[in-house]
């Protein structure tokens, strides 16, 4: 995937001065052997930390290798101060972890205490104000606090990604689309850069590229992607103009940022204007790496953003659509798959999603938008069912009392016929009922959810938390029995 960073890890293991060092050092060891027999590299810091002087030339060390991500290492009980200084003063993402003690026999000479020191370590970060990653049990054996790091690699890799972020917009939101109503106030908090452009100014850059002489290699390659569903083969031309208008937008304008996101105009002027619909250019982009989301939802493009660098794979952007009517759930779903008919729902747009997440495709039209303008304006929508799978529904969002709030849900696509147009699946999430009145339109949420191909909840939910205070409230679908705070007890 383009447009993401590469992480490199560093460890660096602590001392408290009255426990052996030893034992900290033999403890990283194991750690780095572990991780680099499983998961790969990981630079191992030599300086072992008790003090402040250690501290200044431990990350001068990591500095020195390039690393942009630290794991400070309890092998023992560890010095409290110098611990969190190198968490203070590491330019990157941190996270905290101790080891375990390891044999019965060894618990005089070989006693490390990290379990109690991760305690004091923690007590420490708040009292600094600092965040750091630490895992739902920091405390574990060598290759348990290798998958541990491996964990806060994806973590690593999204706080990163998110700190040198541009979101270009383009146009404002259609009028009575309030649902992606987006302040800006946020994107700054969680250190993103945004520049909002007007649709007039894409449509002179998109007039500009006429006759590019790298349309043809462009149209070739939809072509190619496409295959027997190249329905509208006479659009390509000016799909691949604006694919590359948005390209040489992105490298014209990131400026200093390394990462960018797009969120683009689709309707009502687009399609008159510009002759076409965007939304199969925004899924061959989401297949880079950039995703872009539909009708200028800001919020949703980060979303997305996070699920391309949590998955490292193509996301996608649906509305929470419609119902699936009884009577196809009790012909396809009820008694075939476990769940309920309000735990099923429709997931849809016109046509974004990568054809690569499809079980099939066609290049066509947009069926709405042609209802009221001539359809040769409407071509360049990417239709088929989604192809069945596992799936996470999130999103983080603005909401309309501006505080940063996020859900995530685990689900899946069935191998059912949508019998529909577009983009478009037959969703399945446990307690999605519940979930959809409680969350979803108890907490303001827009119809847009971003959607990851696989389960990635832990990861999400763990990145929503290190994000820190920005975020007040992460909500998931509760299970049976566990009841949100606005359900009625006695339904």
């Given at each position: 995937m383009e447009n993401m960073p590469i992480v490199k890890l560093g460890i660096i293991a602590v001392s408290r001065d009255c426990f052996p060092m030893s034992l900290s050092i033999s403890r990283r060891q194991a750690v780095v052997a572990e991780y680099t027999k499983t998961y790969g590299e990981i630079y191992e810091c030599q300086t072992t930390v008790e003090n402040e002087v250690d501290m200044r030339k431990a990350l001068a060390e990591v500095n020195e290798a390039g690393c942009n991500a630290l794991v400070v290492f309890l092998g023992n009980f560890g010095p409290e101060s110098s611990e969190i200084l190198l968490v203070k003063e590491f330019c990157g993402p941190s996270m905290v972890?101790?080891?375990?003690?390891e044999a019965g026999d060894r618990l005089c000479d070989d006693r490390g205490d990290a379990y109690c020191g991760m305690l004091n370590a923690?007590?420490?970060?708040?009292?600094?104000?600092?965040?750091?990653?630490?895992?739902?049990?920091?405390?574990?054996?060598?290759?348990?606090?290798?998958?541990?790091?491996?964990?806060?690699?994806t973590i690593a890799r999204t706080s990163i990604a998110l700190n040198d972020l541009k979101l270009i917009s383009f146009g404002p939101r259609p009028q009575d689309f309030?649902?992606?109503?987006?302040?800006?106030?946020?994107?700054?908090?969680?250190?993103?850069?945004?520049?909002?452009?007007?649709?007039?100014?894409?449509?002179?850059?998109?007039?500009?590229?006429?006759?590019?002489?790298?349309?043809?290699?462009v149209v070739a390659d939809m072509a190619k992607e496409l295959g027997d569903g190249n329905k509208k083969p006479e659009v390509l031309e000016k799909l691949a103009q604006y694919e590359l208008t948005l390209l040489d937008w992105i490298e014209a304008n990131k400026g200093s940022r390394s990462h960018v996101v797009i969120a683009g105009k689709c309707w009502p002027a687009f399609q008159t204007q510009f002759g076409f619909v965007p939304?199969?250019?925004?899924?061959?982009?989401?297949?880079?790496?950039?995703?872009?989301?539909?009708?200028?939802?800001i919020y949703g493009a980060l979303s997305e953003f996070i699920?391309?660098?949590?998955?490292?794979d193509i996301v996608t952007l649906l509305d929470i659509n419609n119902s699936v009517p009884k009577d196809m759930y009790e012909e396809?779903?009820?008694?075939?798959?476990?769940?309920?008919?309000?735990?099923?729902?429709?997931?849809?747009?016109?046509g974004n999603t990568c054809s690569k997440k499809l079980a099939f495709c066609d290049m066509k039209y947009q069926l709405i938008m042609a209802r009221n303008l001539p359809e040769e304006v409407t071509q360049g929508t990417l239709e088929g069912d989604i192809a069945p799978g596992d799936i996470t529904f999130f999103r983080?969002?603005?909401?309309?009392?501006?505080?940063?709030?996020?859900?995530?849900?685990?689900?899946?696509?069935?191998?059912v016929a949508t019998r529909s147009f577009g983009g478009i699946g037959v969703f399945a999430i446990k307690e999605m009922g519940r979930f959809y009145r409680h969350v979803l339109i108890e907490k303001n949420y827009p119809h847009h959810g971003a959607v990851t191909f696989g389960h990635h909840g832990k990861a999400l939910f763990?990145?929503?938390?290190?994000?820190?205070?920005?975020?007040?409230?992460?909500?998931?679908?509760?299970?049976?029995?566990?009841?949100?705070?606005?359900e009625n007890p006695f339904k």
């Open positions: 972890v101790a080891a375990a003690e923690s007590y420490n970060l708040k009292l600094r104000n600092l965040k750091a990653y630490i895992p739902e049990y920091p405390v574990g054996t060598a290759s348990e606090v290798a998958d541990m790091i491996n964990d806060f690699k309030l649902a992606c109503n987006a302040p800006i106030k946020q994107l700054y908090n969680l250190g993103i850069e945004i520049q909002e452009n007007s649709e007039l100014d894409l449509f002179e850059a998109f007039n500009k590229h006429a006759g590019d002489a790298r349309i043809p290699e939304c199969y250019v925004n899924s061959r982009l989401a297949a880079r790496g950039i995703p872009v989301s539909c009708e200028v939802d699920g391309t660098c949590v998955s490292e396809s779903i009820k008694g075939k798959f476990d769940y309920t008919h309000n735990d099923t729902f429709m997931g849809f747009h016109c983080l969002q603005s909401t309309a009392d501006t505080k940063l709030r996020a859900y995530v849900a685990h689900g899946e696509v069935l191998p763990e990145v929503f938390k290190y994000l820190g205070v920005a975020i007040e409230d992460i909500n998931f679908n509760q299970p049976a029995g566990m009841m949100y705070p606005t």
